[in-house]
Each structure stands twice: as C-alpha cells, then as structure tokens.
C-alpha cells in the first residue's frame, strides 16, 4: 500500500483514558490493558472516539515504560491503575500508510 500525501493539520486536545506500565513484552502488555480499559468504559457507559494508542517514554535494559490508552470524547475521571489524561493540541503531519 503507497504512502498517502502528507498533510499538516491543526489537531485538537484529545482526552484519553490510560494504564502507564513498565514491560519486557509489549503484546502482552497490550493484551492485558486495552480490554482492562475497554471494559471499564463499557461499565461507565463511555464510548471510545478513536484507534487504541501507545505512548513511549523510555527504553532501557529491554524494559518499556509506555502509556496503553483509548481516546475518549469527553475527559472522564479514571479509576485505580486508569487514569485520565490528555493528548496536547497543536500542528501535525498525518499520511495514512
């Protein structure tokens, strides 16, 4: 599949709902957090708005420290490992590949 043009928006705050951990296998990671996530949104009657995401903050050793999230519509109050956040606004290249 060939690259898409590349184009620059203006994106804004995205609200997301998050388990921060530290991992050696990251398919098990996400295994066990996005339905953990998921599943906490369907009790609280909270539709997702987007792609699940990861974001990373260091590599050391073989370890990851990263953030499992699903965006959300709204900013929602996490609860216990979950936790809102919010993805920063502002000007992006996107391209769909």
Same mark, same amino acid.
């Given at each position: 599949m060939p690259l898409s043009?590349?184009?620059v928006?203006?994106?804004?705050?995205q609200p997301i709902l998050a388990i921060r951990t530290k991992t050696d296998n990251i398919g098990k990671t996400l295994g066990r957090?996005? %339905?953990e996530?998921?599943?906490?949104?369907?009790?609280q009657g909270i539709e997702h708005c987007g792609m699940p995401l990861a974001i990373w903050y260091d590599h050391k050793d073989?370890?990851?420290?990263?953030?499992?999230?699903?965006?959300?519509?709204? %900013?929602v109050d996490g609860k216990g490992q979950i936790r809102a956040d919010q993805l920063p606004g502002g000007r992006a290249a996107t391209a769909i590949y």
């Open positions: 043009d590349i184009n928006k203006t994106l804004d705050p957090s996005l %339905p996530i998921a599943q906490y949104l369907g009790s073989g370890v990851y420290d990263m953030d499992v999230a699903i965006p959300v519509l709204t %900013p």
